[in-house]
């Protein structure tokens, strides 16, 4: 297990207010960086969030159920208030966002340097915070392995041609990348995620890993794909499935001793066993958390019983 502060993730929280038909509002904790720092504390690791959280309820709420969680929350001092999101579920329990959110995250230091970090989504490409976030990670991967989950919300993303850029300027930086099918049929319309993943793979990451909904997921390493099927489960929503695949993926690779020093060679020479059974963690974290509601990942228990024997 990682030592305390030895895993950074830096990125944006966000309260989500959940609307359903015919019942009140409901307001969860969440922001898909907040939501991977709080599944790896979760699963046992000590993790920092580097983030910004105003002085209102819902930064109150937030820090409240990262703290329970033993998350150190880091600030950079911003007093914005915290961002928001409406999630809205259909009947097949699928969230669509929309967001108010400002991302201006100012520079931190550190009493320590992480032995590895991890970034993505709106704190990756929202001005001016993102220039910051970019900066940080670019410094702190001299020491640490790193990864990054783009996790796109289209509304955020301003100009797609930028927006692609900035996305790629960070798969660059990465060691470990995570999109989703419907992220990458965003940022590259019609094309086959799998090339898309074999095309990032070439510009720096030792593994880049494809989630497909209930098709599976797969992962590109340089020896080719490997492919895992979907747990089956019954949905409730699909709220931090993502979030709960990513911290299931480092959980798994810190588990293998894949990251930190030296974690970058290593990376490099993963086999074909071990890549399947770190998506066969990521697939099992994912799949509790859609069976309940919200961004509730799993204990190291919840894992271990959806893994199975």
Known sequence: MLDRIDLLVIGECVADIVRLPDAPDQVHPG?????????????GHGVTLLTQLGPDDNGQLIRDH???AEVEVRTDGAMAATPSAAVTLDDAGTAEYTFQITWTLGPVSLEQPPRHVHTGSIAAVMEP???AVVAAVDSLRKAATVS?????????????????????????????VKASDEDLEWLYPGQEPGQVAERWLATGPAVVLVT??????????PDGQVTVDALPTEVVDTVGAGDAFMSGTLHALASHGLLGPGGRDRLRSLDRATVTDVLRHASASAAVTVARAGANPPDAAELAGALGP
Do not use: F, I
């Open 66 to 68: 990262l703290n329970d």
């Open 31 to 43: 922001g898909s960086p907040a939501n991977v720092a709080y599944g790896l504390a979760r699963l």
């Open 129 to 131: 915070g993102a220039t």
């Open 148 to 176: 990054y989950d783009p996790n796109v919300r289209p509304e955020l993303m301003g100009d797609h041609e930028a927006a692609v850029r900035k996305v790629e300027r960070c798969v660059a930086l990465s060691d470990v």
């Open 212 to 221: 497909r909904g209930a098709d599976g997921a797969l992962a590109v390493v």
